[in-house]
């Protein structure tokens, strides 16, 4: 007897378990149980195919993230949950990928609606009109498109989602959705990335759901910019109205870390990224510090993700998130704290310890979101704190 799963025994199973960690809508629902992965990631054990795990399908022979990939599928339902695309709807996604989204999408608008999706990759495009086509799926636009232009011929549109990450949000995208339409994108600002739910109000991106993800640079954008330190150990990802000296930091980063630690602890599973949202809500210091093994084997004071935590940086001092192990509580075993260096640290580990304890009161809060089109006077803004970028003015808010 073969006791080997069919294909969509492993579809099931897949949207199974994503039903464990979230609700999701009846039609997204729906049409995950429907739409063959496998299809769209030719080659690929179907077992493979239905874990819930991002597939590489383009290499990036120059840097070391891809050029296209499959998300996760727990990112896909998310990302569809956010948008709430309805029958009927006109969608236009950016970033093709495998297909896969949008072949989710033309199940969830339906015969009536519309789909377009578009990759500037032109072996992506032809992949995912390939799997499309083979998948049933033939009536879905697919275009070789630079997506920071979008498809203005098709539109406008109900709906929009974004499937890289894009650093800012060009107007003649914002001008193809219609007004209270929906934008989801990966948006990147201080070295951190969310999945962000936009609503179009007149001029205005305002968002109403914001969720941790991470995503592959759309092509074309260089607000972000790396600084390396330490003989190339030690990395701070900024943006660029930020004022981040590889040669003043490097003094800093010779000596020896001061600690200082709040009260709050968090338990092994628990996510603490929301101390870096709601820093970037107050601070134009916040970047990602990067620290590499050599880093700590050279005497840096570990980081509490290696790879990626918050930092504070100014002129030639910086204070970064850090943990140790603390048994006071059985259950949330590792307490947070702030490692800072330099003549300012001090200062900026202050303000750090603080928004770790604010987060620690409220752990779930999200700041409000609302993008304006770059030059609206600062009177014209709503209350908040406000970041700068090339084609839009963001103002984040917790009130």
């Known amino acids: ?48 195919a239905y874990h819930d795990q991002a597939v590489t399908i383009k290499d990036n022979p120059d840097g070391p993230l891809a050029l296209s990939c499959a998300s996760m599928p727990s990112i896909v339902a ?40 578009i990759d500037i990759e032109p072996d992506v495009a032809l992949h995912a009109r390939t799997a499309l086509d083979r998948a049933g799926y033939e009536h879905v636009r697919v275009m070789e498109r630079d997506g920071l232009k979008g498809a203005p011929e098709y539109g406008p549109y109900t709906r929009m989602i974004g499937t890289v990450g894009f650093w800012d949000i060009p107007l003649t995208l914002r001008d193809q959705l219609v007004d209270g339409g929906r934008f989801v994108l990966p948006l990147r600002w201080r070295g951190q990335t ?12 305002v968002s109403h759901t914001m969720e941790l993800c991470g ?14 330190s330490a003989d190339g150990t030690v990395r701070i990802h900024h943006d660029q109205d930020q ?3 590889a040669a003043r930091l490097n003094d800093a980063l010779t000596q020896a870390a001061t600690e200082a630690w709040s009260d709050v602890r968090v338990g092994g599973e628990e996510s603490f990224d929301g101390i870096w949202l709601r820093a970037t809500a107050f601070e134009d210091t916040v970047c990602r510090l990067e620290a590499t093994p050599a880093a700590v084997d050279n005497g840096l004071r570990r980081p509490a993700i290696i790879g990626r935590s918050p930092a504070l940086v ?12 603390d048994d006071g509580d059985t259950e949330r075993r590792s307490l947070l704290g702030a490692a800072h260096l330099g003549p300012e640290g001090v200062g900026l580990a202050e303000r750090l310890i603080a928004h ?3 987060w620690g ?14 030059g609206t006077p600062d009177h014209a803004l709503p209350a908040g704190h406000v970041i700068d970028k090339g084609d839009s003015r963001i103002v984040l808010s917790f009130a």
């Open 1 to 48: 007897m073969n006791d080997t799963p069919t294909v969509d025994a492993l579809r099931n199973s897949l949207v199974d378990q994503l039903l464990v960690d979230r609700p999701l809508p009846p039609r997204v629902e729906e049409a995950l149980r429907t739409v063959r992965r496998e299809i769209h990631l030719p080659g690929l054990d179907p077992a493979v």
């Open 78 to 117: 998310m990302m569809l949950t956010q948008l709430d695309a309805q029958p009927g709807d006109h969608v236009l996604e950016i970033g093709a990928g495998t297909g896969y989204n949008a072949a989710l999408l033309a199940q969830i608008v339906g015969d009536d609606g519309q789909v377009t999706t």
């Open 194 to 205: 969310r999945s962000v739910a936009l609503t179009r109000q007149g001029e205005a991106l």
């Open 215 to 228: 995503f592959v640079p759309i092509v074309g954008q260089d607000g972000e910019h790396t600084t390396e």
């Open 243 to 245: 004022d981040v000296n």
């Open 314 to 325: 100014s002129k030639s001092s910086l204070a970064y998130l850090i943990a140790k192990r």
């Open 356 to 358: 770790i304890t604010a």
């Open 361 to 374: 009161a409220d752990r779930t809060a999200v700041p409000r979101l609302a993008l304006h089109p770059a």
